[in-house]
């Protein structure tokens, strides 16, 4: 394991006056810079898939668990069943592509992965340091936690290790997150554990964090594992909780209050995100068909259910919202990507992304495109099956895949911005 080094905190990150400069210079770009608004009433392109690398004789059967975009577009990362991650940078953003070296056979990968992390043990979780940029190389890192380690912070371009940030229980022991997140400012990591959140400064790896309780003294709060956390992207200073226990919590950050807990899902939360503008919050539970959308202004009832193919399945299936915060788009056992309309809660479109479970679906920060990860455990090869044979599964299980939407124009998508249209928020009832 690689030592800390805390003396070069100062290196990882730019401190918060650079990142307010950040903020304002995002703001100056989105007054000129107008999202485009994607047509899924048009059937997209796959653009890029990847499944041979992910296979070896050896390991034939392996499958991945989730794909996730990079705060700045560059790149995505994996994660699948061989404790394994891999970073794939877009081929328009790199340089060092010859021309010709994308494959357009749909048996063969489009290209390699860019960097290859193996982590120890079975990855629990993992996410992006939320103002990463390739063009500052001291913010290209990800955070992620595995099954009997510690946290572990990773050079997204180099591939080695930052720093780690650790957590023991009452026997002295390493404990391990089961998930976790930056904070909006990105000067804080949040781990969930059993029954418990800890709280790290990301500028002092080691073993100082602060410890809270997610059970109260008169039992309210969650029990259980605390499997995801997502904060809320409107800096009203929100956060949220999902736990095995079937609940979600909604806390203050600043003083880690206990706002509400929401009951409803039938399964054990998986995956939590906020609306763009934090009004609303979305979960997922596993073994649960439906994905509950509730109003943080009035948690009495789900304001809606979307459904999709999750009865069978103890893994996690996410789901994303695209940039301008109008449509969700979920995968499922079925193969298929569901859109649905989060101003109606109705459904808006399907595609099919592979002959597999579908269970990571991200959607590009700013551009129409989508990442989508699929596959599932199998058992039960033949002992005298061919190595060839194995590895040349059908392309379309156990797979990653880049998918291209159609737009509308720039002149019809400032229109429909001129006349209102884009508000992302849903319909107050």
């Not at 796959?46 to 560059?74: E, I, T």
């Amino acid at each position: 394991m690689a030592e800390e080094q805390p003396q070069q905190k100062d290196e990882h990150f730019e401190e918060n006056g650079a990142q307010q400069e950040n903020d304002e210079t995002m703001v100056n770009q989105s007054e000129v810079y107008s999202w485009p608004e994607i047509r899924f009433d048009i059937q997209p392109h796959r653009n890029y898939h990847f499944h041979r690398q992910f296979r070896s004789p050896s390991n034939p059967n392996n499958f991945l668990k989730s794909a996730k975009w990079s705060p700045d577009g560059s790149c995505f990362l994996t994660s699948s069943d061989d404790n394994t991650l891999r970073l794939f940078s877009l081929p328009d953003n790199e340089s060092d592509y010859p021309d010709g070296s994308f494959s357009s056979d749909p048996d063969e990968d489009s290209y390699a992965a860019k960097l290859v992390i193996y982590e120890g043990e079975s990855v629990y979780d993992y996410c992006w340091y939320p103002y990463m940029s390739a063009s500052d190389m001291t913010s290209c890192v990800f955070a992620t936690t595995t099954r009997d380690h510690p946290i572990h912070l990773w050079d997204s371009t180099t591939g080695e290790l930052r720093c780690t940030y650790r957590a023991f229980d009452a026997m002295d022991e390493i404990t391990a997150a089961f998930s976790v997140a930056f904070n909006p400012t990105g000067t804080k990591i949040f781990a969930g554990y059993n029954k418990t959140l800890r709280v790290f400064d990301v500028h002092r790896p080691g073993k100082d964090f602060k410890q809270h309780s997610t059970l109260q003294g008169s039992k309210e709060g969650q029990s259980g594992i605390i499997s995801a956390i997502a904060f809320s992207p409107a800096n009203s200073g929100m956060f949220a909780t999902g736990s095995y226990d079937q609940t979600t919590a909604i806390y203050s950050e600043d003083n880690m209050e206990l706002l509400y807990v929401l009951h409803g899902q039938e399964g054990g939360i998986t995956h939590l995100q906020f609306s763009k503008d934090g009004n609303y919050l979305y979960t997922g539970a596993r073994k649960d068909p439906y994905i509950m959308c509730w109003d943080v202004r009035n948690t009495v009832e789900v304001v809606y259910k979307l459904y999709r193919s999750t009865e069978h399945t103890n893994q996690r299936i996410s789901f994303d919202i695209e940039p301008i915060g109008r449509h969700l788009g979920t995968g499922g056992q079925d193969g298929l990507v569901h859109i649905y309309d989060l101003q109606t809660g109705q459904w808006a479109s399907s595609f099919a992304a592979a002959s597999d479970t579908v269970n990571g679906f991200s959607f590009h920060p700013f551009l129409p495109m989508a990442v989508t990860s699929s596959g599932h455990r199998r058992f039960g090869l033949p002992d005298d099956a061919d190595d060839a044979e194995i590895v040349t599964i059908n392309s379309n299980e156990n797979c990653a895949s880049v998918w291209g939407f159609s737009c509308t124009s720039a002149a019809e998508n400032m229109m429909s911005i001129s006349n209102g249209d884009s508000d992302p928020k849903l319909e107050d009832e």
